[in-house]
């Protein structure tokens, strides 16, 4: 029997934000309803209800917070997405006191979105993470690189085991689609998989977050959360950015590890939890520890085994391959015919030192499939940010380019040597050209043209430019 679509609701006064999202939504085969004021939704969900909520903050009538609020009570079991600005922190702070699964900040990225829904409906079992999801990141995982090889050793050595793991590298290295094939390889692969960027959630919300909260623990607190910890019991979590951390959190984390127990901010009674950890981090933890900045003892904890993600820039060989794979993505999101790549401009790229290593190597074949003209990209296509030549650049290998044609050209016709013909042409065009600049000032030429003054005298003579 085919798997049902997933049905998303989305709440917002603004008819674009209604629009956007239920094309994204639609596109990914999603079942969207949408409505402009909270007290609709509110009429509607009496005789049915969703598998995922979208609501805006400020509304006419009824906030979404306040919405938030009434629905903890009728529907607990309705993860809900807040959508909010990014820097309006405090509607951020009341959205996850207030028990949202997350929070979308203005503006948003399609994507982004598309994939918190996801995320959401697996939190509450509604979409079980699938085989071809799993393998999907799997396969995005691309390296033939002698340190990807390790990379994918060192996940091999580790199937079937359940031991934590740190996961180092710069930003952007995938140190995630690592996590997400260790838990896919892992006793533990029916089980849910959980991910948190710790650094991207205030500080003063991350306790709850990872280990919940009980109604009325503090103001705003209006119904039991389920903390991260819960969502990933019998499965994995992974913490991302795990260097970022608090001191106190640091503490709560390893008691954690170690007793396999916590209590919801909160609570009085300790819940006990079987999850596999794994973390990661783009710093130096052990340079951390030393400056007293990270605790020894949970990092001794967490590095039991360590994964290290090299930057694409150590990995140049990979590029060809990455691009043939995310410029296909590229275009299949976009619905356009998937472009080649041109010698030169694969020269380029691999050339290039990628400092935001995969994560801007993908974000720069959307780019590159949405700006390049044709069905082939080019050198000219490269932009300067991303290895590309500069426009001087660009108009000097064009000269020697065309220069090379016309020797091509009389070596085929002629017999005649080539410097006899194209010398007088060459010295004419620069003599003509500096003297243009100067107003005629023979003097100024000749310093433009690199010779003394008789020397520019007798040029001209000799090419009848007097």
């Known amino acids: 029997m085919a798997k049902r679509p997933l049905r998303v609701w989305v709440v917002d006064d603004d008819q674009s934000v209604r629009w956007v999202l239920e094309k994204a939504l639609k596109q990914a085969d999603m079942e969207t309803r949408s409505f402009e004021r909270a ?122 085991s359940s031991m934590t793991v740190l996961i180092t590298g710069e930003s952007g290295t995938g140190k995630e689609l690592v996590a997400r094939a260790l838990h896919d390889h892992s006793p533990r692969a029916k089980k849910t998989f959980v991910a948190l960027n710790t650094s991207a959630i205030a500080s003063e919300l991350l306790e709850s977050e990872l280990f919940g909260h009980e109604k009325g623990s503090f103001t705003g607190a209006d119904s039991r959360r389920i903390g991260r910890f819960e969502q990933a019991d019998g499965g994995t979590l992974f913490l991302d950015e795990i260097g970022d951390m608090s001191p106190a959190l640091q503490t709560r984390l390893l008691r954690v590890l170690a007793e396999s127990e916590f209590y919801r901010v909160g609570g009085q009674t300790p819940i006990k939890v079987d999850v596999r950890v794994i973390a990661a981090t783009n710093q130096d933890l052990a340079r951390a520890v030393k400056e007293s900045r990270f605790r020894e003892d949970l990092f001794h904890r967490l590095n039991v085994i360590r994964i290290n993600t090299p930057p694409l820039r150590q990995r140049r060989e990979d590029i060809p391959l990455l691009l043939k794979h995310y410029l296909a993505e590229s275009a299949e999101e976009i619905g356009t015919p998937i472009k080649a790549i041109d010698a030169d401009a694969l020269d380029a790229l691999q050339a290039y030192s990628w400092p935001g290593n995969v994560r801007q190597l993908v974000n720069a074949t959307r780019r590159l499939t949405v700006t390049a003209p044709g069905g082939v990209i080019t050198a000219q296509d490269i932009p300067a940010d991303l290895g590309g030549e500069e426009p001087p650049q660009r108009a000097a290998k064009e000269w020697t380019r065309m220069l090379a044609a016309w020797a091509e050209r009389e070596i085929h016709n002629n017999d005649g040597p080539l410097l006899e013909q194209a010398m007088p042409e060459f010295e004419k065009t620069l003599i003509e050209i500096a003297m243009s600049r100067t107003n005629g000032h023979r003097q100024e030429a000749a310093k433009l043209l690199g010779w003394g003054r008789n020397t520019l005298a007798r040029k001209m003579k000799a090419l009848h430019l007097d």
């Open 39 to 160: 007290e609709h939704l509110l009429a509607a969900i009496d005789e049915d209800a969703p598998d995922v909520l979208i609501t805006d903050v400020r509304m006419p009538g009824m906030s979404g917070l306040a919405l938030l609020e009434r629905l903890r009570t009728t529907r607990p079991e309705l993860p809900i997405i807040v959508i909010t600005a990014h820097s309006d922190l405090e509607n951020a702070v009341a959205a996850y006191k207030g028990g949202a699964f997350e929070y979308l900040p203005k503006p948003f990225d399609i994507d982004e979105a598309v994939e918190l829904v996801h995320k959401a409906a697996r939190s509450s079992g509604v979409e079980p993470e699938t085989a071809a999801q799993s393998h999907a990141a799997i396969a995005s995982m691309i390296g033939q690189a002698p340190a990807m090889q390790e990379v994918f050793r060192s996940i091999g050595r580790l199937a079937g």
